[in-house]
């Protein structure tokens, strides 16, 4: 698991560009990070375990050459969080170099077929990956069709961005995981988010699941990933708001936003126009049965919504932890089912596959999000902004308190008594 950030530009070397779009994705995780870039039919690469700010103060990310690159700060779930286990990691020949995030889930089986031919030397399901994509090109696949024919022979919900050695291009790959093509000035991104992309854009483009973006110098081109159809997708306006993020006088971003939690308060309930809040307590009311859900804090936080809803509201709901959502919550679901999934991001793994799993079985979705223009703004059939503002650390603190007024607003709404609203506000 982690965050994935990849950049093709016409106009400058793209190293120092990877390192900052990572640090906007440390929220995704601190336990390694690393850059790989292809430059004269060679590809560098620079990693290890950590902060990517760490990484970067060890090893000076910025200086690899070339105007492709792809990068990675990883979470550790498969495999601890040392150097063999951090991304970008490549097959036996130097050949790709490949960042992942998401989970492969018949990776034991995958890693005991490869161990027979190749030399593994950590325990990720990225790299098994990228020894799978060896064995297709060696037996004279292009990248593209290599990529096509390891996805019919793996199951799981990821995404990957691959370099090849010869070529000055970005493969992006997306089986269910959010991933988000950023068209710029002579300049094209890769990004698990929109938010982490550190200049204006034109366009971006939001992946589905099963395609396939080959990213040049002259533009993008997208493909299904099965067929290797091409496929003309709508762009989209950015929404991205480019801000630089610093830690001021305080010692980590944590503290740091703790210490906004005040102003954080102010704006979440004002943020909400009453016809949004109202519209959102509607759907509350008429919806057969309420599942809370999220990942992390934003779980516990779905706790605290379900006791305002019964409490203040008198409305019944249950709350699942999103990645048991398709196991726990299946017996719930219905048409009409109302599922209200809280994430800071937007771009949790566990929470937009569950709720995409529940789109398909006829729920409404409710989103409780931080991120504009994420995937689970998108998804949600409404949604009610948090207003929290950039958070970096891995701990969810003013995001927290920013979900939380929304629920308490929302149960109130719900409830009917304006009186009470207004006061709240006040």
């Known amino acids: 698991m982690g965050g994935i950030f990849g950049l093709v530009s016409n106009i400058r070397p793209v190293a120092p560009v990877i390192r900052v779009g990572l640090e906007r994705l440390i929220h995704r995780g601190i336990d390694g990070a690393g850059v790989a870039t292809v430059y004269n039919?060679?590809?560098?690469?620079?990693?290890?375990?950590?902060?990517?700010?760490?990484?970067?103060?060890?090893?000076?990310?910025?200086?690899?050459?070339?105007?492709v690159g792809i990068g990675h700060v990883r979470s550790a779930t498969h495999g601890r969080p040392v150097y063999e286990n951090t991304h970008p990691v490549q097959d036996c020949t130097g050949t790709v170099a490949l960042v992942m995030d998401g989970v492969v889930s018949?990776?034991?089986?995958?890693?005991?077929?490869?161990?027979k031919r190749h030399r593994l030397v950590s325990r990720t399901d990225a790299e098994a990956l990228a020894h799978m994509l060896e064995d297709e090109l060696s037996s004279g696949k292009s990248m593209?069709?290599?990529?096509?024919?390891?996805?019919?022979?793996?199951?799981?919900?990821?995404?990957?961005?691959?370099?090849?050695?010869?070529?000055?291009?970005?493969?992006?790959?997306?089986?269910?995981?959010?991933?988000?093509?950023?068209?710029?000035?002579?300049?094209?991104?890769?990004?698990?988010?929109?938010?982490?992309i550190p200049v204006k854009l034109n366009s971006v483009y939001f992946m589905e699941p099963n395609q396939l973006a080959v990213v040049s110098r002259d533009g993008v081109v997208f493909l299904n990933a099965s067929t290797l159809?091409?496929?003309?997708?709508?762009?989209?306006?950015?929404?991205?708001?480019?801000?630089?993020?610093?830690?001021?006088?305080?010692?980590?971003?944590?503290?740091?936003?703790?210490?906004?939690?005040?102003?954080?308060?102010?704006?979440?309930?004002?943020?909400?126009?009453?016809?949004?809040?109202?519209?959102?307590?509607?759907?509350?009311?008429?919806?057969?049965?309420?599942?809370?859900?999220?990942?992390?804090?934003?779980?516990?936080?779905?706790l605290i919504g379900k006791y305002y809803l019964e409490e203040l509201a008198?409305?019944?709901?249950?709350?699942?932890?999103?990645?048991?959502?398709?196991?726990?919550?299946?017996?719930?679901?219905?048409?009409?089912?109302?599922?209200?999934?809280?994430?800071?991001?937007?771009?949790?793994?566990?929470?937009?596959?569950?709720?995409?799993?529940?789109?398909?079985?006829?729920?409404i979705i409710l989103g409780i999000?931080?991120?504009?223009?994420?995937a689970l703004m998108r998804e949600s059939n409404v949604y009610l902004p948090m207003g929290a503002g950039p958070e970096l650390a891995v701990p969810a603190t003013k995001s927290f308190v920013a979900s939380v007024v929304m629920m308490l607003q929302l149960a109130y709404a719900v409830k009917g008594n304006v009186a009470e609203a207004r006061e709240l506000r006040q």
């Open 41 to 67: 039919g060679v590809i560098h690469v620079k990693k290890d375990a950590g902060k990517v700010t760490d990484v970067h103060s060890r090893l000076n990310l910025d200086d690899l050459p070339g105007y």
């Open 369 to 374: 999000v931080n991120r504009l223009g994420s």
């Open 229 to 302: 159809g091409r496929i003309e997708p709508t762009p989209q306006v950015a929404s991205q708001v480019v801000v630089e993020v610093v830690k001021g006088s305080f010692p980590h971003y944590m503290v740091k936003e703790i210490y906004e939690e005040p102003e954080v308060l102010a704006r979440a309930v004002n943020l909400l126009q009453r016809e949004y809040l109202n519209d959102a307590a509607m759907i509350v009311a008429k919806a057969r049965n309420i599942i809370f859900t999220g990942s992390g804090t934003s779980y516990y936080a779905s």
């Open 106 to 115: 018949d990776y034991d089986e995958i890693r005991k077929r490869l161990m």
């Open 144 to 196: 593209a069709e290599a990529l096509s024919s390891v996805t019919r022979q793996v199951k799981g919900y990821y995404t990957v961005a691959v370099l090849h050695k010869d070529e000055e291009r970005i493969y992006a790959l997306s089986m269910g995981n959010p991933l988000v093509i950023g068209v710029g000035d002579g300049e094209y991104f890769v990004s698990s988010e929109e938010q982490a």
């Open 314 to 363: 008198g409305v019944r709901a249950d709350a699942v932890p999103a990645g048991e959502f398709p196991y726990i919550g299946a017996r719930y679901i219905e048409p009409g089912t109302l599922i209200i999934a809280v994430s800071q991001s937007g771009e949790s793994t566990d929470v937009i596959r569950a709720i995409r799993w529940a789109k398909r079985k006829g729920a």
